[in-house]
Structure formats: structure tokens, C-alpha cells
């Protein structure tokens, strides 16, 4: 039997379901949720393993979920569309999710001529069908794309109910050609711990905040030390402005407390350890607007450094 492998980027725009559909895929919470836009400031690697069963192939997915589409306006902004850009960029197949709620706007034009421009296939996925009360009302969206592109496939979804999905998996993995295993079986993200652990003090902190405050926001991790029952972390928590960080430290530290005990909770699942973990909210005012801040953020860019790749 043959086996099957590549790449596959969820693109859409902001809150559509991409780090939703990731994480339901692979069976594993790899992307931080929320309903703010703009929670996935990077590109996200997930992995499929798909045994072989009868009447189909086995394969190899790997899913890139990415920031959304969307004019950029800062520093972050850029860095974001520079990762979308970078997903795209030789992969197999686009996954273009789109939330069936929405009314149809200039990021579509956008990104539908991000795909003609790729000229590589896609599949359009009409996520959230869990709230449509009557699933005619796909008909006039699915004309509305149809007319404008040639997508390979159409399928509905529900990635928060799991709905479409073995479809899907099974509709991707025949659109991937023959190929390698890219990663080792056992492996689910190209994710470093510590970014992970990163993401989720930000997942909590953007879920404890609001309007701008959660933008505002940066997680850096500058201890992680994993002893065998026990790991100590610490980590700082940036913001733009002295008035964010009172948002943040709340009175008398208690917003900070409810934080750190919810993100200690979701990293001793990831560890496997206890946890021990201090938390700092410092101000970097403009940071988002800063090259050389955004791109320090960048795990993949600190590994460069770290290997001596990278410019020191
Ligand atoms: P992203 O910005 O495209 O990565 O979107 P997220 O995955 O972060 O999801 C944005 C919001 O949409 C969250 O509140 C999700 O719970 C919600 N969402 C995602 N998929 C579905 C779905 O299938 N049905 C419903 N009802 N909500 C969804
Ligand atoms: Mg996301």
C-alpha cells in the first residue's frame, strides 16, 4: 500500500476555527484558543499519523495552522503575514477555513488571491455548520466561493464538534502525494516545550483580559528547569503600558494569581511534573512595534541563534 505525505496550511482569517481544527485533528491541544482574534501570532506544526486501515492508505499529515489573514499594522502584524507566507511556501495542499457565519469581506478577495497566486490546490472548509440551523443555508456560501475558485474540494465542518472530520483526514491524505515519514511516529509538533508553556500563560492571560489589553500581550520564558517531580518556571508576562499591567496584576496581585494557577494546571499536563511557576508582568512600551522585539519572540529564531546560524 502506498503511503502518503506533505504539508498542509490552514489559512483563513482571524477566528475562523484554524488552531480549533489543528488541535481537533491531532487529537491534542497544540494551539491556544480563544475568541479574540489574533491568538496564533505564529505558525503551528501538527502531525498526523494515519495508520493503515482497510480500503485506505496509511500517511503522514502535517498541518501548519497560522496566524490570520489580515492587513497588518504593526511590527507583530508583519511577522504574523510573514509566517502565513512562510506556511504556504511549499506545501502540498491550503486548507482554506472559513466561518459560516461570516459575511463575506476584502480578506476573501485576499486570500483567494494569495491561492491563485500559490497556484497551489486547496480545499475550502465551511467550519462552524454546529450553527446553522438549516444546512441549506450552505448552498448560497458554497456558490459564492465556487464562483471564484476552483477548489479541489468542499467539505462542511464543525472543528469544536468533531463533526466532518474523518471525511476530511481522508480527503487530505488522498491529495497528498507518495512520500516520506517527515517525522518520527511517536511526534506531534515541532513545538519546543517551553514555547508551549509560553503560550499557555498567554492563553490565560488573554482569556482574564480584554480589548486591547490581550493584544498587549507577550509571554517570555526565562527559566525552565525540569527536575524529575518538579519543574520551576519562571516567566515574564509583557505588556505596552503601566495602566495594562495593573489590568494584569489585578488588586492586590489576585488577577496574576488566577492566571498563574490556571496556566500551572494546563503545563503539569504538558510536563508531566508538578510545577512550580513565577510569574512577572513587565513594560515594554511599543514592543509590538519593535522588529528586533517581535522577532526574539520567534522560538524557530532563538534556535537559529542558539545553533549559531542565525545573525548573533
Ligand atoms: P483561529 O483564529 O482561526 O485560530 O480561531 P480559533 O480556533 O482560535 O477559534 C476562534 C473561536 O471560534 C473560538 O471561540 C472557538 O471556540 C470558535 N470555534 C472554532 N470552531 C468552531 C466551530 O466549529 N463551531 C463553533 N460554534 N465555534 C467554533
Ligand atoms: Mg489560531
Request: charged share 25%.
Given at each position: ?171 487530505v491524505l488522498k491529495a497528498l502525494p507518495h ?134
Amino acid at each position: 500500500m502506498p503511503f502518503h505525505s506533505g504539508f498542509a496550511a490552514i489559512l483563513g482569517r482571524p477566528n475562523a476555527g484554524k488552531s480549533t481544527l489543528l488541535n481537533a485533528l491531532v487529537g491534542e491541544k497544540l494551539a491556544i484558543i480563544s475568541p479574540k482574534p489574533q491568538t496564533t501570532r505564529n505558525r503551528i506544526l501538527g502531525i498526523i499519523h494515519v495508520p493503515q486501515q482497510k480500503g485506505h492508505d496509511a500517511g503522514q499529515i502535517v498541518l501548519i495552522d497560522t496566524p490570520g489573514v489580515h492587513r497588518p499594522e504593526s511590527s507583530l502584524g508583519r511577522k504574523m503575514m510573514a509566517e502565513v507566507h512562510e506556511a504556504m511556501e511549499g506545501c502540498n495542499l491550503i486548507l482554506y477555513i472559513v466561518d459560516v457565519k461570516k459575511k463575506w469581506d476584502d480578506s476573501d478577495d485576499f486570500i483567494l488571491k494569495l491561492l491563485k497566486k500559490s497556484g497551489t490546490p486547496a480545499f475550502l472548509l465551511l467550519n462552524k455548520i454546529d450553527l446553522l440551523a438549516d444546512k441549506r443555508g450552505l448552498l448560497p456560501i458554497i456558490a459564492q466561493f465556487q464562483h471564484r475558485y476552483d477548489f479541489k474540494e468542499i467539505i462542511p465542518i464543525s472543528a469544536v464538534k468533531k463533526t466532518g472530520l474523518d471525511e476530511l483526514l481522508q480527503c487530505v491524505l488522498k491529495a497528498l502525494p507518495h512520500g516520506p515519514r517527515y517525522f518520527p511516529a511517536d511526534q506531534i509538533t515541532d513545538q519546543p516545550l517551553r514555547f508551549m508553556v509560553a503560550e499557555a500563560i498567554r492563553e490565560q492571560a488573554l482569556w482574564s483580559t480584554r480589548e486591547e489589553v490581550p493584544h498587549a500581550i507577550a509571554v517570555v520564558v526565562e527559566q525552565f528547569e525540569e527536575g524529575e517531580r518538579l519543574t520551576r518556571i519562571a516567566a515574564a508576562i509583557y505588556c505596552d503600558r503601566d495602566s495594562q499591567r495593573a489590568i494584569i496584576l489585578g488588586k492586590g496581585g489576585q488577577m496574576l494569581k488566577k492566571i498563574g494557577t490556571a496556566a500551572r494546571l494546563d503545563i503539569e499536563k504538558m510536563v508531566g511534573t508538578r510545577v512550580y511557576l513565577e510569574l512577572f508582568v513587565k513594560v515594554q512600551p511599543g514592543w509590538r512595534e519593535s522588529r528586533r522585539f517581535v522577532e526574539e519572540l520567534d522560538w524557530r529564531r532563538q534556535l537559529e541563534q542558539i545553533a549559531g546560524k542565525g545573525p548573533a
